[in-house]
């Protein structure tokens, strides 16, 4: 078995490792060789609004697979921390974090780069590059849409301590996937430094060859998403009309660095969208926290297909044989509201499944919550009771996990284009009904019988319950009920 | 078998000897326990199996115990009644009570007696047949 490192890099790269997480999370499957997912986020921006409900939703995770003890299914799929995997959890910092830019926290970018230390000659050369803003950034922030302040300060990572445990707990047969934006600031200038540093042998790191050898795909977000003008325009730092330009220009620079001879990458995606939303203006911090957008969960989907492709790929003297290019294509081109049914074939296959299960059991919870009396003389109910106590797996880990799920699927309900997998409202007499575009079918002879309600649910998690193996960890025993329960649900509404 | 329910309903009764005889004569002690028997196992075997209902109350099990008693009353009493031996005497005032009443204290104790079989099926049914109710009395 092997592991995926996936780099996510800026806001763009945390919101596609949440993504991401929720697949796992609900059971999509990894190429079969895969069964480690070591999650990196680099981000400048420490306090990020986006990147820290990704770090919450990845301890979560980590701690709700735990008790994931079954082949497959939900939540079956390992993450880990770089401290994990070297045992060195004292000497790495911050979880899943790579980037100890210390030089550039709570400092201006002309501070940083020592200006003032500089001759008057290298001081013109400075200003050819770098404006008097650039020169006056607070880099606490994040670069803020300028890659050119970026690819200086990100060229630090490589000699982080989180860099040298990545080196050195790297195998032979695992591979790496980078995700970012191309019209930001940290993600355009992190990917094209970080990809050079990978594919780059350093005899003083050990393990740098087989890294260097490795296979590498990356996804570059184009343009998705416009920031609104602030009523301040004074205080505007982000300006989006700026993006598309962005963009062309760092793929210009993609075709000759990164492609072309020096064929870098094994794999090469590229998600882009009519931009038609606007976001609010902020400089980051707590305050960015954009909605989730369908472009991430379909950049998530990238990732996923990377690793099924990874036995085609090849990697020969630090460089990548071929390199494919991909995009992400849907089956009902012109819509803007989309749902399971409009994506293409091979993705439907991939999801409706298990992102059905998952939404289905919190779905189902959250009717539990408020009717708990209805439940309570459940057999699986009163096998599992503690499993809802204060120190319990689901009160503990699920619930939350649950809301950052549901708060997850309404964002890209909300956003355009508007993802629309599930329905909004449904009660519990018509909770089977709660895929869009999908309808429990009805019974032929049985015409008193309502085949959407939830108690038909709660049977086949009795049924379950009957049948299966009861353990002392009820932790384990709730995710194995549910993971069986859900998937015979689902299964008998999709088919 | 009529014997050992009719010393068990005797044990019971407010006796009176000559309509005790007749019940006896025509085996009907031994129909009234096959019915105190067979009328909670169908009645609680319905309750768990096919209905098997949800949510999961412990109202729903007495409503079901209510209907099997209520059965199990109207059915003794109809056997009782229509019995040809027990005809000659209905309508006699032959001790101090009547036909009917001793019917009717017939009906009532075959109805306490089905408690144990209700109980006892209720345990059976519940651990073997039912999904929802597997814990529903106990």
Same mark, same amino acid.
């Given at each position: 078995?092997?592991?995926?490192?996936?780099?996510?890099?800026?806001?763009?790269?945390?919101?596609?490792?949440?993504?991401?997480?929720?697949?796992?999370?609900?059971?999509?499957?990894?190429?079969?060789?895969?069964?480690?997912?070591?999650?990196?986020?680099?981000?400048?921006?420490?306090?990020?609004?986006?990147?820290?409900?990704?770090?919450?939703?990845?301890?979560?995770?980590?701690?709700?697979?735990?008790?994931?003890?079954?082949?497959?299914?939900?939540?079956?799929?390992?993450?880990?921390?770089?401290?994990?995997?070297?045992?060195?959890?004292?000497?790495?910092?911050?979880?899943?974090?790579?980037?100890?830019?210390?030089?550039?926290?709570?400092?201006?970018?002309?501070?940083?780069?020592?200006?003032?230390?500089?001759?008057?000659?290298?001081?013109?050369?400075?200003?050819?590059?770098?404006?008097?803003?650039?020169?006056?950034?607070?880099?606490?922030?994040?670069?803020?849409?300028?890659?050119?302040?970026?690819?200086?300060?990100?060229?630090?990572?490589?000699?982080?301590?989180?860099?040298?445990?990545?080196?050195?707990?790297?195998?032979?047969?695992?591979?790496?996937?980078?995700?970012?934006?191309?019209?930001?600031?940290?993600?355009?200038?992190?990917?094209?430094?970080?990809?050079?540093?990978?594919?780059?042998?350093?005899?003083?790191?050990?393990?740098?060859?087989?890294?260097?050898?490795?296979?590498?795909?990356?996804?570059?977000?184009?343009?998705?998403?416009?920031?609104?003008?602030?009523?301040?325009?004074?205080?505007?730092?982000?300006?989006?009309?700026?993006?598309?330009?962005?963009?062309?220009?760092?793929?210009?620079?993609?075709?000759?660095?990164?492609?072309?001879?020096?064929?870098?990458?094994?794999?090469?995606?590229?998600?882009?969208?009519?931009?038609?939303?606007?976001?609010?203006?902020?400089?980051?911090?707590?305050?960015?926290?954009?909605?989730?957008?369908?472009?991430?969960?379909?950049?998530?989907?990238?990732?996923?297909?990377?690793?099924?492709?990874?036995?085609?790929?090849?990697?020969?003297?630090?460089?990548?044989?071929?390199?494919?290019?991909?995009?992400?294509?849907?089956?009902?081109?012109?819509?803007?509201?989309?749902?399971?049914?409009?994506?293409?074939?091979?993705?439907?296959?991939?999801?409706?499944?298990?992102?059905?299960?998952?939404?289905?059991?919190?779905?189902?919870?959250?009717?539990?919550?408020?009717?708990?009396?209805?439940?309570?003389?459940?057999?699986?109910?009163?096998?599992?009771?503690?499993?809802?106590?204060?120190?319990?797996?689901?009160?503990?880990?699920?619930?939350?996990?649950?809301?950052?799920?549901?708060?997850?699927?309404?964002?890209?309900?909300?956003?355009?284009?508007?993802?629309?997998?599930?329905?909004?409202?449904?009660?519990?007499?018509?909770?089977?009904?709660?895929?869009?575009?999908?309808?429990?079918?009805?019974?032929?002879?049985?015409?008193?019988?309502?085949?959407?309600?939830?108690?038909?649910?709660?049977?086949?998690?009795?049924?379950?319950?009957?049948?299966?193996?009861?353990?002392?960890?009820?932790?384990?025993?709730?995710?194995?009920?549910?993971?069986?329960?859900?998937?015979?649900?689902?299964?008998?509404?999709?088919? | 078998?009529?014997?050992?329910?009719?010393?068990?309903?005797?044990?019971?009764?407010?006796?009176?000897?000559?309509?005790?005889?007749?019940?006896?004569?025509?085996?009907?002690?031994?129909?009234?326990?096959?019915?105190?028997?067979?009328?909670?196992?169908?009645?609680?075997?319905?309750?768990?199996?096919?209905?098997?209902?949800?949510?999961?109350? +412990?109202?729903? $099990?007495? @409503?079901? /115990?209510? !209907?099997?008693?209520? *059965? %199990? #009353?109207?059915?003794?009493?109809?056997?009782?009644?229509?019995?040809?031996?027990?005809?000659?005497?209905?309508?006699?005032?032959?001790?101090?009570?009547?036909?009917?009443?001793?019917?009717?204290? +017939?009906?009532? $104790?075959? @109805?306490? /007696?089905? !408690?144990?079989?209700? *109980? %006892? #099926?209720?345990?059976?049914?519940?651990?073997?047949?039912?999904?929802?109710?597997?814990?529903?009395?106990?």
């Amino acid at each position: 078995m092997s592991k995926l490192y996936v780099f996510g890099i800026g806001g763009t790269g945390a919101r596609v490792m949440k993504s991401l997480t929720f697949m796992l999370a609900s059971g999509v499957k990894l190429s079969n060789d895969i069964d480690t997912v070591v999650p990196i986020l680099i981000d400048p921006d420490f306090g990020n609004g986006d990147l820290t409900r990704t770090k919450q939703l990845l301890d979560l995770y980590m701690k709700i697979n735990k008790k994931a003890q079954y082949e497959e299914g939900l939540f079956t799929t390992k993450i880990k921390t770089l401290s994990e995997l070297s045992n060195s959890a004292g000497s790495i910092g911050d979880k899943f974090k790579m980037l100890d830019v210390s030089g550039a926290q709570n400092e201006k970018f002309r501070e940083f780069i020592g200006y003032s230390s500089l001759s008057s000659e290298n001081k013109a050369l400075i200003n050819l590059f770098f404006s008097e803003n650039n020169l006056n950034a607070d880099m606490t922030v994040g670069f803020k849409g300028n890659p050119n302040i970026g690819s200086i300060v990100l060229n630090q990572f490589k000699n982080s301590k989180e860099y040298k445990v990545f080196l050195n707990s790297f195998e032979p047969d695992d591979s790496i996937f980078i995700v970012s934006s191309i019209f930001g600031g940290t993600g355009a200038a992190g990917f094209p430094l970080l990809l050079r540093n990978l594919r780059k042998i350093d005899p003083n790191l050990s393990n740098s060859k087989n890294v260097a050898n490795s296979k590498i795909g990356a996804l570059s977000m184009m343009p998705y998403f416009k920031i609104n003008t602030p009523t301040d325009i004074a205080n505007q730092t982000i300006d989006s009309s700026s993006f598309m330009g962005k963009a062309k220009a760092a793929l210009s620079f993609y075709s000759n660095s990164i492609f072309g001879n020096n064929n870098q990458l094994n794999s090469f995606y590229t998600l882009g969208e009519d931009v038609a939303n606007f976001y609010e203006h902020n400089d980051g911090q707590a305050a960015q926290k954009n909605d989730a957008h369908f472009l991430e969960f379909a950049a998530a989907l990238a990732i996923v297909d990377f690793t099924w492709d990874l036995q085609n790929l090849e990697t020969k003297d630090e460089k990548a044989v071929q390199t494919s290019f991909k995009e992400f294509g849907i089956q009902a081109a012109l819509k803007r509201r989309l749902s399971f049914k409009t994506l293409g074939g091979k993705s439907k296959k991939q999801v409706l499944t298990p992102m059905s299960k998952l939404y289905l059991m919190f779905l189902f919870h959250k009717h539990l919550h408020q009717n708990k009396k209805d439940f309570e003389k459940s057999p699986w109910h009163i096998h599992l009771e503690e499993v809802y106590s204060n120190d319990g797996l689901y009160d503990q880990y699920l619930k939350d996990f649950g809301e950052h799920f549901l708060s997850w699927i309404q964002e890209m309900k909300k956003n355009d284009i508007a993802f629309n997998p599930f329905k909004s409202e449904v009660s519990y007499p018509k909770l089977l009904n709660f895929i869009e575009d999908y309808e429990v079918k009805k019974p032929g002879l049985k015409f008193w019988d309502n085949p959407a309600d939830g108690d038909k649910f709660n049977k086949i998690l009795n049924s379950e319950y009957k049948t299966s193996q009861k353990t002392d960890d009820k932790g384990s025993d709730f995710l194995k009920l549910f993971d069986r329960a859900t998937e015979i649900q689902v299964n008998s509404i999709t088919k | 078998m009529n014997d050992w329910f009719a010393n068990r309903f005797e044990d019971f009764l407010i006796y009176d000897q000559q309509f005790s005889d007749y019940v006896h004569k025509a085996h009907d002690y031994q129909m009234l326990g096959i019915f105190l028997i067979i009328i909670p196992i169908l009645v609680f075997f319905v309750f768990y199996k096919p209905i098997d209902p949800q949510p999961v109350k +412990l109202w729903k $099990w007495f @409503v079901t /115990f209510l !209907i099997s008693a209520v *059965l %199990l #009353f109207l059915t003794a009493y109809y056997w009782l009644y229509s019995n040809s031996m027990y005809n000659p005497i209905q309508n006699e005032q032959m001790s101090d009570m009547s036909a009917v009443s001793f019917t009717l204290q +017939l009906s009532f $104790w075959a @109805v306490v /007696f089905s !408690i144990i079989p209700a *109980l %006892l #099926f209720s345990w059976i049914w519940s651990r073997t047949v039912s999904i929802n109710n597997a814990k529903n009395p106990f």
